[in-house]
């Protein structure tokens, strides 16, 4: 499985990030996709997840300001977005996209997020 991120950049705090993540390779039996960050000095943790189903699971730092969003066939998920809206200073990061197939986690290289203050 190969996961490619795009959408990452410098914005003011108080503005909108829409994130990508893209798929490829062998995507059969992927169950759940997530977004997870890493701040500087600070450990991964995760952002947003979306299962198959459309059920979907957020960090309680950014419920009501961000949403995940997915792209499914009946046995993959092809897609995934993050659209971020009323970004913090403390959303600053690197942006990683996740993704659970038969019980393996797979990553990309991430996308890096700097909001200003």
């Known amino acids: 499985v190969q996961l490619v991120e795009s959408g990452g950049g410098l914005v003011q705090a108080g503005g909108s990030l829409r994130l990508s993540c893209a798929t490829s390779g062998s995507i059969f039996g992927i169950n759940k996709m997530g977004w997870y960050r890493q701040a500087p000095g600070k450990q991964r943790e995760l952002v947003a997840s979306i299962a198959r189903s459309g059920s979907s699971n957020y960090a309680d730092s950014v419920k009501g300001r961000f949403t995940i969003s997915s792209l499914s066939r009946p046995n993959a998920i092809n897609a995934v977005w993050l659209q971020m809206k009323s970004l913090k200073p403390e959303d600053t990061g690197v942006y990683y996209c996740?993704?659970?197939?038969?019980?393996?986690?797979?990553w990309g290289k991430g996308t890096e997020v700097t909001v200003s203050s």
């Open positions: 996740s993704a659970d197939r038969m019980e393996m986690m797979y």
